[in-house]
């Protein structure tokens, strides 16, 4: 019962922190892609992409507490070492988002076509609303796949256990 509290009170402060956090770690992971400008549509957008990344990084502890309780794990090191695996893929995943980004914005036809007063071409940024760079998607899709690998190896190494 205790750790059931605790694992809440902790995903309560990664939501709050997720929320509050959201939009300079946006900023920060866009400066790599100074070719790109970014761009809201929606009020909504503002509102609820902070609330999507915040329920994202807090699920972290409610899934490491799914394989401690399924496969019984007691020792700390192993619990942090679950725990480590899920903040590890969610970076990777932010950083493969990052640099899938950079390559899109490399391609020339993504450029902004702006036709100016005189009738002239001008390619201008790319533009992409904040909803459409997908982070919070990528690193959910990663903790769900880190959750996958991480119940299959210890259902194995489980299963070798019993047999011996």
């Known amino acids: 019962m205790k750790t059931k509290i605790l694992i809440g009170i902790i995903s309560l402060i990664?939501?709050?922190v997720g929320f509050?956090?959201?939009q300079n770690l946006q900023y920060y992971l866009l400066s790599f892609i100074p070719e790109v400008e970014i761009q809201?549509?929606?009020?909504?957008?503002?509102i609820f992409q902070p609330i999507y990344f915040g329920l994202t990084i807090s699920i972290i502890p409610f899934l490491?507490?799914?394989l401690w309780h399924?496969?019984?794990i007691e020792k700390s090191k192993n619990r942090f070492y679950i725990i480590l695996a899920f903040i590890i893929s969610s970076i990777i995943a932010l950083i493969l988002r990052t640099r899938l980004l950079i390559f899109i914005t490399q391609i020339p036809f993504t450029k902004t076509v702006i036709l100016e007063s005189d009738n002239k071409i001008k390619y201008g940024k790319p533009f992409y609303e904040i909803e459409n760079l997908h982070y919070i998607l990528y690193i959910f899709i990663a903790e769900i796949i880190t959750f996958i690998i991480?119940?299959?190896i210890l259902n194995l190494k489980k299963r070798k256990i019993e047999k011996s």
């Open 20 to 22: 509050y956090f959201y």
């Open 64 to 66: 490491s507490y799914i």
């Open 14 to 16: 990664l939501f709050f």
């Open 150 to 152: 991480l119940y299959l």
């Open 40 to 46: 809201y549509r929606k009020l909504s957008t503002q």
């Open 70 to 72: 399924k496969f019984k």
